[in-house]
């Protein structure tokens, strides 16, 4: 019965940790395309250098504003 416990909750945690970590990736995918595509785009529409473009991106996307 013990043995079956410790196998039950280790099971649910190696399941958690699965998950945690397809939550964090899912989260954080999207973040770093949204700041590609958007750094992408200032440079290429803009003609800045690629450090200005990311610069530009993170603040709007931040909305901290000039």
């Known amino acids: ?23 964090l990736l899912t989260l954080i995918v999207p973040f770093l395309l949204l700041i590609a595509i958007g750094t992408v785009v200032y440079a290429l529409l803009e003609r800045w250098t690629w450090l200005d473009a990311l610069y530009a991106t993170i603040i709007t996307i931040t909305t901290v504003g000039y």
Request: no cysteine.
């Open 1 to 23: 019965m013990l043995t079956w416990l410790i196998a039950t909750l280790a099971s649910l945690a190696q399941r958690f940790q699965l998950v945690r970590r397809s939550g």
